[in-house]
């Protein structure tokens, strides 16, 4: 290849480049995790699926290596024998055999990466360390559809270098999504078996669902999540028996033994499985609230319950999930942690002071009487329709007469917050 046609060739990827971001704008990127079926694959394909990981691993080491006197960008991609150290500390070499060169590249590109996000963090004065040496490498970046990885139909896939099909299970989740792009992929090694992690994007828009009315949740410690129709829903998981044991067996293993690795690896999965259970609740549990046309949540300080009395239940409960995928969304409003859903009575429009933890139902001296959490989530819709609209009608009836004056600053505070998108609406 002549200079000039490099030049035109980096030209047209740029161009290209431009292009996709510029249409990628107006696109809804998902990602979506399928799981190649192990059991399929024959000897050989077992073999090159592990082996990708572990020269991916081998190549990384070596360059970090290499980093200790030379530029990162001096490094060879096409090399064949790499250096690395066996268990015992003796030097080794290995010969790649299995990782195709756009695999070279992206093991490359990844430490590109993180010594970037790493001179970055330096620059805003966090102390930061080096990179070191990996001990497993579980995700491999597959950049181009249709180079290095492609679907041949719902159950099937090619990976570079693979010269068989490869049999994966969980395609369903998109595979009749009509306009779907295939973008990047990623190879994962997790626990319990290997993944690959389709990034997709598709055209915004399509079809508009009917929604039910707005609904104000409250989250708790008692019953995990009180909703204002009066539903509540409790789920807290336990850490399972398997994890104890896990734990318990690699007490007794020799340090750096392989056995010892061996217990690690199961313990791992088995905290997997945990994070898989907790996720699937939580998918569904926010699944089943956003069918809801509006959803008013209080920004709870779940790290402070963490630090007190229920650490142990929150860990094990999926509030934070839960949490964290509302917020993400744009219909839902958040409320600051200071707006007074427990104290205010919706009835008289007064704030009741003494309210104590224990007590599980709210009684207004006006005689309005209703448990604790069902009260707070209904207040929710009170005062986050407040805020949203801009009119402050319950706050001034009620700033005159029975709140305390710090909590009204604080409330003043909040609601000018809440005008910014900042803290509400997470678009
Ligand atoms: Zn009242």
Redo the contacts with the bound molecule.
Sequence with gaps: MTEEERLAKNNRIREQGRKTREKRKSQICRVYRVKIDFSHLNEEQRVHLKMLFVEAKWMYNDAITFMNDHDINDYDTKIITVHGLDKDHQPVTHDLQYISSQMRQSVIQGIKYNLKSLSSKKKNHSKVGSLHYKSDYDSINLQEYHVTYRFYDETHIGIQGFDKRIKIKGANQFWNIPGLEFANAKLLNLPDGYYLAVTTYRNKGGEMKKHKPEIGIDMGIKTTITTSDGRKIKVLIEESERIKKCQRLIARRKKGSNNRYKAVKLLRKAYHRLGSRKRDIANKIVHELLEHERVYMQDENLRGWHKGLFGRTVQHSILGLVKAKLMKCERVTVLPSSAPTTKY??????F?KDIKLSDRIYN?????SEDRDIHAARNMILLGKQNTCGTQGIFNDAFGEDVRRYESQDLCCSLVELGSPRFYKRG
Excluded: A, H, I, V
């Design positions: 009575c919706p009835n008289c429009g007064k009741k207004c001296d006006c005689g309005y």
